[in-house]
């Protein structure tokens, strides 16, 4: 499967974003997605998975801000972003083919396939 998010872009603390992750395959709808971050100087860390029957999971710094979901007709992955602060600048990943665990900030090491990212910038 090929990943390709876009949607990411500079925006005021705040505002909201919502980026995309379309997939090629038709295995998609069987895949366990996930979306990544990765600010400089730090580690990647996952933030959001959502699993083949739509359970989805968040990390702690963007519950109740972002919301995952997923068009199976699209074969597209979406994250979306609402009060935005700085420290969610980053570069975003989606990936797919992956486990949702309880500590989602270290799922990426279960993940088979990663798009290629996409840069949110939040100014204050």
């Known amino acids: 499967v090929q990943l390709q998010a876009s949607g990411g872009g500079l925006v005021q603390a705040g505002d909201s974003l919502r980026l995309s992750c379309a997939a090629s395959?038709?295995?998609?709808?069987?895949?366990?997605m996930g979306w990544f971050r990765q600010a400089p100087g730090k580690e990647r860390e996952g933030i959001s998975c959502?699993?083949?029957?739509?359970?989805?999971y968040y990390a702690d710094s963007v519950k109740g801000r972002f919301t995952i979901s997923r068009d199976r007709a699209k074969n597209t992955l979406y994250l979306q972003m609402n009060s935005l602060k700085p420290e969610d600048t980053a570069k975003y990943y989606c990936?797919?083919?992956?486990?949702?665990?309880?500590?989602?900030?270290?799922?990426?090491?279960?993940?088979?396939?990663w798009g290629q990212g996409t840069q949110v910038t939040v100014s204050s």
């Open positions: 395959g038709r295995t998609f709808s069987s895949y366990v």
């Open positions: 959502i699993s083949n029957d739509g359970a989805t």
């Open positions: 990936a797919a083919d992956g486990i949702c665990i309880p500590t989602i900030q270290t799922m990426g090491r279960h993940f088979e396939h």
